[in-house]
């Protein structure tokens, strides 16, 4: 049975830094195309991360470009986000998703429950 468990969520100001991680198990992360998804009250929900299959491509669309790092350790089998100088903007639920594709882009097959972070102003 897949089981991914994000963590690391927290109220924090703005300019702060806050780092997910996202921990699996029953899958291994080195094998699925990651992605972390936020998702706003009254807002659609968007990707702001992703690592290939292989680890030789990161996305990262321009709102978080510069603030946000992904990263993955394949000996823990987890997936990290780093986000640094944190705006009230970013205050959302985040999500992480393993998609069985090798580029990302990939339709999900599993998620995590989601970590709540919320910048204060």
């Known amino acids: 049975q897949v089981r991914i468990m994000e963590s690391g969520g927290a109220l924090v100001q703005a300019g702060g830094s806050l780092r997910l991680s996202c921990t699996a198990s029953?899958?291994?992360?080195?094998?699925?195309?990651m992605t972390w998804f936020r998702q706003a009250p009254g807002r659609e929900r968007e990707g702001v991360s992703c690592?290939?299959?292989?680890?030789?491509?990161?996305y990262y669309p321009t709102s978080v470009k510069g603030r946000l790092t992904i990263s993955r350790d394949n000996a823990k089998n987890t997936l990290y986000l780093q986000m640094n100088s944190l705006k009230p903007d970013d205050t959302a639920m985040y999500y992480c998703?393993?998609?069985?594709?090798?580029?990302?882009?990939?339709?999900?097959?599993?998620w995590g429950q989601g970590t709540q972070v919320t910048v204060s102003s």
């Open positions: 998703a393993a998609a069985g594709s090798r580029d990302c882009g990939g339709r999900p097959n599993y």
């Open positions: 029953g899958l291994a992360v080195k094998d699925y195309s």
């Open positions: 690592i290939s299959w292989a680890g030789d491509t990161r």
